[in-house]
């Protein structure tokens, strides 16, 4: 993430972003209440099928929203190959886990402005590989298609769980496994 976010100002997304981390002992946040909703309503709902998965979220609190990776027609998501693609140009960032703040800014690009927490001095520290600058393109790195379900996994899914699964939706949870000619 840091180096993605220097790369974002590097770039001109962002003349400067602010990066905070939760304090240990303090992470509970409205995620996990939405998560804590979902998961209370699944133990009581019957649920056979990404797409019924996808309504108990819905259903699961007003602001829950299930979304599916694949929803029939084309992916929602898109996978990028950041680590390789940053690492060509940034260091990581050493001691990280003791660091709360982190700012970035326009003005200083290949650099971080860390704090242990919010009453400490800002830390300013190059993150930015020697040349790397010079070289840090402004696109995209590749996208990454997903590799899909395996062979093996497949025959397991079919043979061990498929009899748990209601008839309607054994075909979409548990297809049976495509054999090799």
């Known amino acids: 993430?840091?180096?993605?976010?220097?790369?974002?100002?590097?770039?001109?997304?962002?003349?400067?972003?602010?990066?905070?981390?939760?304090?240990?002992?303090?992470?509970?946040?409205?995620?996990?209440?939405?998560?804590?909703?979902?998961?209370?309503?699944?133990?009581?709902?019957?649920?056979?099928?990404?797409?019924?998965?996808?309504?108990?979220?819905?259903?699961?609190?007003?602001?829950?929203?299930?979304?599916?990776?694949?929803?029939?027609?084309?992916?929602?998501?898109?996978?990028?190959?950041?680590?390789?693609f940053l690492g060509r140009f940034f260091n990581s960032l050493p001691g990280i886990s003791k660091y709360h703040s982190f700012r970035f800014h326009v003005e200083f690009p290949g650099f971080v402005f860390v704090k242990e927490n919010s009453d400490s001095a800002e830390k300013k520290i190059k993150i930015s590989k020697p040349d790397g600058l010079q070289q840090i393109p402004g696109n995209f790195p590749r996208e990454l298609a997903p590799l899909g379900m395996s062979r093996e996994r497949a025959q397991y899914l079919y043979k061990k769980v498929r009899p748990y699964v209601r008839p309607r939706c054994q075909d979409e949870l548990c297809p049976p496994a495509q054999t090799e000619e």
């Open 1 to 84: 993430m840091i180096a993605y976010f220097a790369w974002r100002v590097i770039t001109g997304l962002h003349h400067q972003i602010t990066y905070l981390m939760q304090v240990v002992g303090h992470t509970r946040c409205l995620i996990d209440a939405g998560f804590a909703r979902a998961k209370k309503l699944f133990r009581r709902t019957d649920c056979d099928s990404m797409s019924e998965l996808q309504r108990v979220f819905d259903h699961s609190s007003t602001t829950n929203k299930g979304i599916l990776y694949d929803n029939g027609r084309e992916s929602t998501w898109k996978y990028y190959g950041w680590k390789e």
